[in-house]
């Protein structure tokens, strides 16, 4: 039995349905009894998604997830996933369904950058592939998802549209993480079109960003799907590696023609993205949206440098020395231009990965909280006087007893600035402490890599785009160009 709708303008923003038996309300999805949406008309399109899935270690989640995609394959033309972990996952996977709509392969780890691209390639060696589905190995998914994205593609008015999928909390389904990213190339920075942290679903903020398409710069790789079309003109993404890839390429997919949407009812659930603020993190977060604005603008935006040099400087200030060598090699890195991204590798991902701060064993209890001048302007002077005064110093504060401190309030500016300190965050403990010749070494670097930035001309970042080919990736994955 088919019931007609009237017609939508008059159905408000939301459409809900309740079955009654007599007074009795009727469970929906029982063995009797099946209720659906359908279409009056044929859609617009015929739609063929490949899922791809880049994993490393963690066979877990990863089956969480094969075992939520099994029942839905009948949406799915094929479910790609790419190893780059520990070798013979297939023997380690249950694989429910469909047996020949997996597809496993296994390569050295070449970041997410290298895993997804990969699976990209094979997805599209299929003709029949229409859009590619790029998701995190620990997103679980709902029983519907794939066949709303596919409806949603194939009714859809323009064929040129990625889709991005919201992210919600894992641990409180309630609570949203993202909805994809907006990317000011001025200054190289990332920002969330998510208001704030914690908004809850039932809120009105949220509503507005679930009830209605969303366009966005770009949306993360937990839950991105795009057309064919897009990599025939665009290409690949390029080899950043981690955290900053899918920007790159959702930015580069958008000034193509190929804008990202968020689409209402396409959502994932994610573990909680904390603020990570491990070196490491910091280098890849910098070196690829230095790139990204770059390639948006022409050449690297001074203010984007003066934000990266004002870091690095806030990070001596902190004693987080890791961190400040992070900000430089992230900027030497785009001086670098094509040659250092094309030659990174996981050899030099683990050298970046030793240079961290000491973590510590958990203290007692105890710590201090300390408070900052009010005005900014007053803030960034002393910052500048402790600066110079570190440079200046001779002796390592290795020795002095270290202050309890909360790691909320270790901000530049502060009214008291220990020589060391104990740092409390989440159950961590971080040690920091001044250090003169790290301090004096760090600046030293940051000066040279500046003097070359100011007087040599600027690389063209066009060049970059060579490592986006097809040939480019086939020679790097050691595979037959198709």
């Not at 023609?257 to 491990?278: C, D, E, K, S």
């Not at 040690?431 to 890599?449: E, F, G, H, M, T």
């Not at 986006?468 to 994955?477: D, E, G, I, N, V």
């Amino acid at each position: 039995m088919v019931f007609a709708l009237p017609p939508l303008i008059e159905c408000g923003d939301r459409l809900s349905y309740t079955l009654y038996e007599g007074k009795r309300e009727v469970p929906l999805r029982t063995q009797d009894i099946v209720v659906d949406w359908v279409c009056d008309r044929p859609p617009e399109r015929q739609v063929s998604i490949a899922v791809v899935v880049c994993t490393r270690d963690r066979d877990t989640q990863l089956q969480v997830l094969v075992d939520q995609i099994a029942p839905q394959m009948e949406d799915l033309e094929s479910c790609i996933i790419v190893n780059q972990g520990k070798s013979a996952l297939r023997d380690r996977l249950v694989l429910r369904g469909d047996q020949e709509k997996y597809w496993i392969f296994e390569q050295e780890n070449l970041g997410g950058a290298g895993g997804f691209t990969r699976g990209i390639m094979e997805a599209l060696k299929d003709q029949s592939i229409t859009h590619v589905l790029l998701m995190d190995d620990d997103v679980e998914v709902d029983v519907d998802l794939f066949c709303r994205l596919r409806s949603a593609l194939a009714y859809f008015a323009s064929p040129k549209i990625c889709l991005g999928g919201v992210m919600i909390d894992l641990d409180h389904r309630d609570r949203l993480l993202s909805v994809g990213h907006g990317f000011d190339p001025i200054k190289a920075m990332t920002t969330d079109f998510l208001p704030r942290e914690g908004v809850r679903l039932g809120e009105m903020e949220a509503r507005s960003f679930l009830e209605r398409p969303v366009d966005v710069d770009f949306c993360g790789w937990w839950c991105f799907c795009f057309p064919r079309q897009a990599v025939e003109v665009s290409g690949l993404p390029l080899p950043l590696f981690l955290r900053g890839d899918d920007a790159e390429y959702g930015l580069r997919l958008k000034r193509a023609g190929f804008p990202t949407v968020m689409w209402p009812g396409i959502y994932v659930a994610h573990p909680h993205l904390l603020n990570q603020t491990r070196p490491w993190h910091q280098y890849y977060d910098r070196r690829n949206a230095l790139i990204c604005a770059a390639l948006q603008c022409g050449s690297l935006p001074s203010p984007a440098i003066i934000r990266l040099v004002r870091g690095v400087f806030n990070a001596i200030a902190l004693y987080r020395y890791s961190e400040a060598r992070a900000g430089i090699q992230a900027l030497q890195a785009y001086i670098d231009g094509v040659e250092g991204v094309e030659h990174w590798s996981e050899e030099k991902h683990r050298a970046l990965v030793k240079d961290d701060e000491v973590m510590c064993q958990s203290l007692e209890r105890g710590q201090v909280s300390l408070k900052v001048f009010h005005t900014g302007l007053s803030r960034t002077f002393i910052t500048v006087l402790r600066v110079l005064r570190d440079i200046l110093a001779r002796e390592n504060a290795m020795t002095t007893p270290g202050v309890k401190v909360d790691a909320a309030s270790w901000k530049v500016g502060t009214r008291r600035r220990p020589v060391r300190v104990w740092l409390f965050s989440e159950g961590q403990v971080t040690q920091l402490w001044r250090d003169p010749i790290q301090a004096r070494d760090i600046v030293k670097s940051l000066l040279r890599v500046v003097f070359f930035l100011v007087t040599h001309p600027p690389r063209k970042p066009e060049a970059l785009l060579r490592l986006a080919t097809p040939a480019w990736w086939a020679k790097r994955l050691g595979l037959s160009i198709n």
